[in-house]
Nanobody
Framework: QVQLVESGGGLVQPGGSLRLSCAAS????????MGWYRQAPGKQRELVAT???????NYADSVNGRFTISRDNAKNTVYLQMNNLKPEDTAVYYC???????????WGQGTQVTVSS
């Protein structure tokens, strides 16, 4: 079983920055990929960004150039640096990981990000 614990959400003004962190723990093999999804009220959960253990990244068009995903493989931790935040970035952000040996998907509990003046 893998546990994902997120931190770093909060309230920020438009144009501001936040950094999310997610640490994976438990009995697991290689985690590949790790990433972030988000869900705004009344909308479906959507991909924000993912990163492989080799460092290959994938971003949603809406965040490309503003958000940066990174990971520390030794710590099984993934980060999301969010800059130039916009009100439409307001959502619950969920950490995601696919872990060996069975390739099962795991989700964090979610952390609220609110962008408002």
């Amino acid at each position: 079983q893998v546990q994902l614990v997120e931190s770093g959400g909060g309230l920020v003004q438009p144009g501001g920055s936040l950094r999310l962190s997610c640490a994976a723990s438990g009995r697991m093999g290689t985690i590949n990929p790790m990433g972030w999804y988000r869900q705004a009220p009344g909308k479906q959960r959507e991909l924000v960004a993912t990163i492989t253990s080799a460092g290959s990244t994938n971003y949603a068009d809406s965040v490309n150039g503003r958000f940066t995903i990174s990971r520390d493989n030794a710590k099984n931790t993934v980060y999301l640096q969010m800059n130039n935040l916009k009100p439409e970035d307001t959502a619950v952000y969920y950490c995601y990981a696919k872990a060996a040996p069975f390739g099962r998907d795991y989700w964090g509990q979610g952390t609220q990000v609110t962008v408002s003046s």
